[in-house]
């Protein structure tokens, strides 16, 4: 089944609600991200590893907003520099939170360490799957939580992470702040 853009973005669309229909997010190819966007997004990594690495400091995570549905956490986050807690990243995520047990499922239930570093952490074999690169027009929200200006256009990937079986286990879209 081929995922629509309406699927990949649909942890994002828990974020906005019912205005989610306001959402102004372009499709593109990775080809078309500037420069910098493109080394941050066009990779078959966690997030939280590559801008560890890119800013060369440890990431920390700041919940703004979670659900939980019987076995499945969706939540709103922004992923900032440990050291001066720049906001690095806006993330909205959906995990499926069925094959996570012991010190994952408490570390992802707590909310205070970002996914991919409970994977790094715990050493759980994963892959990522980028399903879309886009472009978004913020508004309020996202410059609130990015430190950006409403109109501004910002960039982003729809990723998928899955068990070594092939499963998937999380759903994340992802948006950059400005360079």
Known sequence: M????????????????????DLRVTFVEAAALPEVGRGLLVHK???????????GCEIE?????SSRMAEYLVRASVLRRRTDHTPVEFGAIGIHLTDF???????????????????????V????????YFEIVIDHRLEHLLGGVSGQTL?????????????????????????
């Open 45 to 55: 990594n966690d997030m939280t590893s590559r801008l560890a690495e890119f800013h």
């Open 2 to 21: 081929i995922a629509t853009e309406t699927d990949i973005l649909a942890p994002l669309r828990f974020f906005y609600g019912l205005s989610s229909g």
């Open 125 to 132: 074999p994963f892959t990522s799957h980028p399903r879309g």
């Open 101 to 123: 047990h012991g010190e994952a499922r408490r570390l992802i239930g707590e909310g205070h360490v970002p996914l991919g570093g409970v994977l790094q952490q715990l050493q």
């Open 61 to 65: 995570l700041d919940v703004h907003a």
């Open 155 to 179: 960039y982003g990937r729809c990723n998928q992470l899955r068990h070594a079986s092939g499963r998937a286990f999380a759903e994340v879209v992802e948006i950059l702040p400005a360079g």
